[in-house]
C-alpha cells in the first residue's frame, strides 16, 4: 500500500489517500520511486479536489483513484458511480466548474491535461495525464 501526501512530505495526520494496487504485478508500481514535486503536488491537489466534488456532489457508494506510469507518463484517473454531471455543468465556461478550471490551470503548470467523462445516473470519470519528461 502507498499513501499520497503533498510534496513537501507526509503530514502530522494519516495520507489523504491509500493507493492499493489491485494485485501485485511484476515490474508496474511506484516502488519506493518519487515524482517531481511540482507535479506530485499537482497531482495531490487534483485527487484531493476530485474526491472532495465526489463526496459532495455526486451521491456515489464508490470511488476509486488509479494512479500509474504509462510509458513516459504519469496517469491519475479518479472515477465514480455516482449521479453524474449535469452537461451545462461540466462546460469549462460554466460559474460552478470552478473545481474544473482550477485542476486546468494546476494541470498547465506541470504541462498536463485532463479529461472529463459522465453521465448521468452512471458516474463521472476524470483522466489526467502528466508527462514526466518535460524540457526544463
Do not use: K, W
Amino acid at each position: 500500500m502507498r499513501s499520497l501526501y503533498p510534496a513537501s512530505g507526509p503530514p502530522n495526520g494519516p495520507p489523504a489517500v491509500h493507493l492499493l494496487p489491485p494485485r501485485p504485478t511484476p515490474g508496474f508500481g511506484f516502488g519506493e520511486r518519487r515524482l517531481p514535486p511540482d507535479i506530485e503536488s499537482a497531482l495531490y491537489r487534483i485527487v484531493q479536489e476530485g474526491i472532495t466534488n465526489v463526496v459532495r456532489h455526486a451521491h456515489a457508494t464508490r470511488v476509486g483513484v488509479i494512479l500509474e506510469f504509462r510509458g513516459s507518463d504519469v496517469i491519475c484517473i479518479i472515477e465514480d458511480n455516482g449521479c453524474g454531471i449535469p452537461p451545462e455543468q461540466a462546460d469549462e465556461h460554466s460559474s460552478r466548474s470552478l473545481g474544473l478550471v482550477g485542476m486546468r490551470e494546476r494541470l498547465a503548470s506541470v504541462d498536463g491535461t485532463v479529461e472529463l467523462e459522465t453521465e448521468a445516473g452512471r458516474g463521472t470519470a476524470l483522466f489526467v495525464r502528466v508527462p514526466l519528461g518535460r524540457p526544463s
